[in-house]
C-alpha cells in the first residue's frame, strides 16, 4: 500500500481545512488530490510530508504509522509551488543536499547528481546558483532534489502553479514520462481541472474539507458523484433545472416528446466548435455544437430550436445522504 | 476557456544571469559627483585635517604620540572590549532577532520596540542609568563601576541594535519553505539553521557586527561615567582623546584619533570583505 489516510481533520483556529477525510493512495500510481483554492488539498499533502499535523486521524506510508514522524523521518520528497531553492546553494549542492546529509561518499554523490540532473534535462547548469535560472527549470531543479533521495512517495503542491501557460504544459507531459520512467508513488495537488484530467492516473477531489469523490480521471467526468463534481471537472449549463454538459446538449429543428423548445439569442464560431446561447422558458443555456450541425439548422439570433439531452449525457444523481466509510482509488 | 489558458499567469519575472545590474550611463556623472562633494564636506576633509593635524609634528612625533604608554594601554582596552562585544553581539543579536521575529509571547511588541532605546537614548544617560545601577550606590548591590567589566556592559549597552535591527528583516523574509524542503530532504533542526538558514543571515550579522564594532571603538559618553577614566587601566581611547584635548596635547589627540580612524577603516574593510567572500563562497 502507499499512503492511507484515515479520519484526518485539522483546523486553523475557527476554520475547518480537512473534515473527517479517509484515502488511499496506491503505492506506484499518480494521483492528483484536485479542488479549488483554500479547499484543503494542500493542507493534506502537508500533513502527508509531516510539515503540519493533524488535529486527529492517521497517515500510513508504505504500512508503517508515520502520523507522528517529523518530516526528516517519512522519506518523502515534497516540491513547493515556489521551488523552495536553497538560494546560497549551486544547483549541483541542492540536488546533493539530501544526500550529504545522508553522509553518503563523494563519489556516489556526484554520480547520484550528475544522473539526476540528467533527467530532468540541467546538467549544463550544475554551477549556475538557483536565481540564474528560470522558472521551469528552478522547478526540475526541486524534483531532482527531491528524487535524490530516493523516496517511499513524492509529494507535489501546485508544482506547475508559479510557471506560466506555456512552460506548465511542457513540463506536465514531461511529469507525467518522468513518472512512467521512475514508478516513485506521487501525489500532486492542483486547482486545474485539465492539468489533474491530463496527467494523473488517479483524481480525488476535495472541497471545503472533504472529500468528494476518488476514481480515473474517465470516472469522475462521466459519472460524477454530485453536481459539485460535474459541476468543477467541466463546463455546464441547467436544461429544466438539471445540471448537463453542454455539448451533451443535441439541437433539433422538429420538436418531439424529449424535445424542449428554446430561442437562439447568440452564435458563437470558435474554430471546430460553436457555441450557442439560449433561451428556454426565461432560462439562459449553451450549447455547444459542430460547426455541420449548426449551419444544416441555420442558427442565428431569434430562430426557435428544440433541444434534447444525448442519450449518453452524463449527469449526477440525485443528493443523498453522504456514506461514511473510506473511498479506494481503482 | 482556452482563451483564458493562453494568458501568462502568475507570470514571475527572474532576475537575469549575473548579480551586478548595470546603470544606464546618462545620470551616472551627476550622482557621482554630487555624492564625492557631499561625501568630502561632511566626512573627507574634517577627516584630512584631523590626520594634517597629528602629522604637523612629523612621522615621528606621531610615533612618539602613540606610542605613550597611557594612549597604548587606552588603544589596547579599546579594541579588545570592542572585539568581545562585538562577538558577543554577533550571537545574542542573532539570538534575539529570531526570538523577535519566529516565536510569539506576550510583550513582544514592547521588547521589540525597545531595542531600539539605546539609539534613542543620549549615551550620557545611559552611562548615568548604568553608574546609578552598578556604581557605589547600587540598588542590586553589584559594584562594577570603574571597572573594565563595566566598560564591557556600557558597550554591549549602546551596540545592542545593531544585529539585531540588520538581521531581523533579513529572517523575516526568509522563505521558510526552504527550512520545510530541508527537513523534508531528512535535515534536522540544527541541520537545517547550519546549513540553509545561517548561510543567508551570515552577510546581514557580519554587518550588524562591523557597525557595532565601529561604535564600540568610538564610544565616549557611555563609558566616561561608568569607566571612572582610570589612565592604563579603564580609560578607553575616545575618553583619552578627550582628556589629552583637556590639558593642551591636541595633537597626541590628533595622532590617537588618526589610529582609530585607521583602525576602523581597516575592520570595515576586512568585514566587507569576508561578507562578500561568505556570499561568493554560498
Known amino acids: 500500500m502507499g499512503i492511507s489516510v484515515r479520519g484526518v481533520t485539522k483546523r486553523f483556529g475557527e476554520f475547518v481545512a480537512l473534515d473527517d477525510v479517509s484515502l488511499d493512495i496506491p503505492s506506484g500510481a499518480l494521483t492528483a488530490l484536485l479542488g479549488p483554492s483554500g479547499g484543503g488539498k494542500s493542507t493534506l499533502l502537508r500533513i502527508i510530508a509531516g510539515l503540519e499535523s493533524p488535529d486527529s486521524g492517521v497517515v500510513e506510508i508504505a504500512g508503517t504509522d508515520a502520523t507522528t514522524l517529523p518530516p526528516q523521518r517519512r522519506n518523502v520528497g515534497f516540491v513547493f509551488q515556489h521551488y523552495a531553492a536553497f538560494k546560497h546553494m549551486t544547483v549541483f549542492k541542492n540536488v546533493a543536499f539530501g ?4 553522509k553518503r561518499p563523494k563519489d556516489e554523490v556526484r554520480k547520484k547528481v550528475k544522473e539526476l540532473l540528467e533527467l530532468v534535462h540541467i546538467e549544463k547548469f550544475a554551477d549556475r546558483l538557483p536565481s540564474e535560472l528560470s522558472g521551469g ?3 526540475r531543479m526541486a524534483l531532482a532534489r527531491a528524487l535524490a533521495v530516493e523516496p517511499e512517495v513524492l509529494l507535489l503542491d501546485e508544482p506547475f502553479g508559479a510557471l506560466d501557460a506555456q512552460v506548465r504544459k511542457e513540463l506536465r507531459a514531461w511529469l507525467r514520462r518522468l513518472h512512467d520512467e521512475v514508478h516513485v508513488t506521487t501525489v500532486f495537488v492542483t486547482h486545474d481541472q485539465e492539468e489533474a484530467m491530463e496527467v494523473a492516473d488517479t483524481i480525488a477531489i476535495i472541497s471545503a474539507g472533504r472529500l468528494e469523490q476518488v476514481g480515473t480521471p474517465d470516472d469522475l ?8 463534481v460535474m459541476t468543477f471537472l467541466g463546463p455546464v449549463t441547467t436544461l429544466s433545472g438539471d445540471l448537463v454538459r453542454p455539448h451533451d446538449l443535441e439541437l433539433r429543428a422538429v420538436p418531439d416528446a424529449e424535445t424542449t423548445e428554446a430561442t437562439v439569442v447568440r452564435v458563437m464560431r470558435l474554430g471546430f466548435e460553436v457555441r450557442v446561447e439560449l433561451v428556454c422558458a426565461g432560462q439562459d443555456l449553451w450549447a455547444q455544437t459542430t460547426r455541420e450541425n449548426a449551419d444544416r439548422l441555420d442558427l442565428q439570433a431569434g430562430r426557435t430550436v428544440h433541444v434534447a439531452r444525448t442519450t449518453s449525457a452524463t449527469g449526477a444523481p440525485d443528493p443523498q445522504p453522504q456514506g461514511a466509510g473510506t473511498q479506494t482509488a481503482r | 476557456m482556452t482563451q483564458v489558458e493562453a494568458a501568462p499567469i502568475a507570470y514571475r519575472p527572474t532576475r537575469p544571469p549575473g548579480r551586478s545590474v548595470r546603470r544606464s550611463p546618462s545620470g551616472f556623472g551627476l550622482g557621482v559627483g554630487f555624492v564625492t562633494i557631499y561625501l568630502s564636506l561632511i566626512v573627507l576633509i574634517p577627516l584630512g585635517a584631523v590626520v594634517a593635524r597629528s602629522n604637523s609634528q612629523g612621522l615621528s612625533g606621531l610615533w612618539h604620540q602613540i606610542t605613550q604608554p597611557d594612549a597604548l594601554s587606552s588603544l589596547r582596552l579599546t579594541v579588545a572590549v570592542s572585539a568581545l562585544v562585538s562577538v558577543v553581539n554577533a550571537f545574542m543579536g542573532t539570538l534575539i532577532a529570531w526570538t523577535l521575529v519566529r516565536d510569539r509571547f506576550p510583550g513582544q511588541r514592547v521588547i521589540d520596540a ?12 545611559a552611562g548615568l542609568v548604568l553608574l546609578a545601577l552598578y556604581g557605589p550606590t547600587s540598588a542590586i548591590h553589584l559594584r562594577l563601576a570603574y571597572t573594565r567589566p563595566a566598560v564591557v556592559i556600557a558597550l554591549l549597552f549602546v551596540t ?12 523575516m523574509e526568509l522563505d521558510q519553505e526552504m527550512e520545510e524542503a530541508a527537513k523534508s ?5 540544527f541541520t537545517t539553521f547550519r546549513r540553509v538558514v545561517l548561510p543567508n543571515l551570515i552577510p546581514a550579522i557580519l554587518a550588524g557586527t562591523a557597525l557595532s564594532f565601529a561604535r564600540a571603538i568610538s564610544e565616549f559618553g557611555s563609558t566616561v561615567l561608568i569607566s571612572g577614566n582610570i589612565p592604563n587601566k579603564t580609560e578607553v581611547a575616545a575618553v583619552h582623546i578627550y582628556s589629552q584635548i583637556q590639558s593642551d596635547n591636541v595633537s597626541g589627540a590628533a595622532a590617537l584619533s588618526t589610529l582609530l580612524l585607521l583602525i576602523a577603516l581597516v575592520v570595515l574593510a576586512a568585514f566587507t570583505f569576508i561578507q562578500r567572500w561568505a556570499i561568493r563562497r554560498g
Open chain 2, 185 to 189: 530532504l531528512g535535515a534536522g533542526s
Open chain 2, 114 to 125: 525597545l531595542i531600539d532605546l539605546p539609539f534613542a537614548l543620549p549615551t550620557i544617560v
Open chain 1, 99 to 102: 544526500l550529504e546529509i545522508r
Open chain 2, 160 to 171: 545592542l541594535p545593531f544585529v539585531v535591527r540588520s538581521v531581523q528583516p533579513v529572517l
Open chain 1, 221 to 228: 467526468y462521466d459519472h460524477p458523484a454530485n453536481d459539485f
Open chain 1, 137 to 139: 527549470q528552478r522547478q
